[in-house]
């Protein structure tokens, strides 16, 4: 399976190449290869191939990879929509949660991560095009939210995440790239700490060349990396 390490080095030029040309630094920007519903050889490939995050959606099969794989094998980020009552498992499992989205959800993982004494680094989702489809706050509760959860004693806020809807044509996200970047500094300007929207989780396989450009500071490619998924 020499392909995932060719479509890794491929991601991994595109990703040098695109923070060259506008003026960022490449290790700014880190990259989650999201392996839902790819077997536990390919995942182990791509580690071996040096890929250091791993992304997955789903809370059942992210366990059973992840006990196969091993815990400290590579660093987990929860990507998928997280129920309440799937809280506790997520805090197991992941370095960050990038799909918080409601003040009950924070409130859970914050109850269920001072358990465990962890402080459970999370993002906020934000539903940027305001699809009935897709989870995330509104954007107009992400000031409310974002200063509420800097409350929690064992939550650490570290920014923002959004999945715009998928466009043929890449160029057709950008506005909501710019929209999350927008909303930001709005959290900036109420006063919350910088440190706490450090990260930009946007951009796919489709479009992270143009959510580098707008300031993102992780991509989630999976297709790109693990080839399509049935
Ligand atoms: C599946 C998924 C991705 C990766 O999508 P690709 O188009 O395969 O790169 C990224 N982010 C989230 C939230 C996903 O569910």
Redesign the pocket.
């Known amino acids: 399976m020499t392909w995932i390490k060719d479509n890794l080095m491929a991601v991994h030029k595109n990703i040098l190449d695109t923070a060259r040309s506008c003026g960022r630094n490449p290790e700014d920007i880190h990259l989650i290869g999201?392996s839902?519903k790819k077997p536990v050889q390919m995942i182990k490939q791509a580690i071996d191939a040096g890929l250091t995050i791993l992304?997955e959606?789903y809370i059942q099969e992210a366990m059973e990879k992840i006990d196969a794989i091993g815990r400290d094998a590579a660093a987990w980020h929860f990507?998928?929509h997280l129920q309440s009552n799937k809280a506790r498992f997520a805090v197991q499992y992941f370095d960050l949660i990038h799909t918080v989205d409601s003040f009950k959800l924070a409130k859970e993982i914050d109850k269920q991560a001072g358990k465990i004494q962890k402080c459970q680094k999370i993002l906020l989702q934000i539903n940027i095009a305001m699809e009935d489809t897709k989870s995330g706050a509104q954007k107009d509760a992400a000031v409310d939210l974002a200063k509420k959860i800097m409350g929690f004693e064992n939550l650490s806020l570290q920014g923002l995440m959004c999945?715009p809807p998928y466009f043929d044509d890449p160029e057709d996200a950008r506005s909501y790239f710019k929209q999350l970047v927008q909303i930001r500094e709005e959290i900036l300007a109420a006063g919350v700490h910088p440190n706490a929207m450090a990260q930009l989780s946007m951009g796919?396989?489709?479009d992270f060349v143009v959510a580098i450009q707008e300031g993102a500071t992780m991509v989630?490619?999976?297709?790109?990396i693990f080839g399509s998924r049935m």
């Open positions: 999201v839902k992304g959606n990507i998928g999945m796919m396989s489709n989630r490619v999976g297709t790109a």
